[in-house]
């Protein structure tokens, strides 16, 4: 065959698929999906494979922490297939870190913990706290609170306990006492 009649004979046209056309198995999280079609011109069937799309999870606190048991985190996989559940660790505490006397008062610092909602100090002169009143602090971010109005010359007794409001309750910690008693100038 000469040269020029090979220039003249007709080529086959390259395969051209319609992806509109194409028969689509879906990709689930663990399992691959198939996209399937064929040539428009000759009818060849070209199978692609489509990668497994993983798993997409959403959380819900499934049982809120408290300060006495831990709770539930639950995550769902959006498709539905399948979920698993961590376990959120009990609420801490704090603690009265320092208390500093002054003339007829007492500065006390707490220990932070940014995952309550505020703190509660108790002070009397009674090392059993009867008779004691109560301070609140309404900001986990507040550690320092002045208690004025104190008898010179007393000893008093300092304790302090976290607190939370969850699912519409406040929860409190157990009382942390101060190591000694403190007397105030």
Known sequence: MHFYQQLMQPSTPEHTYNP??????????????????????????????????????????TKAPTFKKAGVMTYTCVQGDDSYTEKIAKLAGTKVTKVKA??????????????????QIQYSTNKKFKKAKTVKINKAKTVKKVIKKLKSGKKYYIRVRAFKKINGKVQYSKWAKYKKAVKVK
């Open 20 to 61: 509109d056309d194409a028969v689509v198995v879906a990709p689930t999280c663990t399992t691959a999906g198939t996209s399937t079609c064929k040539c428009v011109f000759c009818g060849e069937v070209k199978t692609e494979s489509i990668k497994a799309t993983g798993h997409t999870y959403i959380s819900k606190i």
């Open 102 to 119: 002054a003339k007829k008062k007492l500065t006390v610092t707490l220990k932070k913990n940014l995952k309550v909602d505020g703190y």
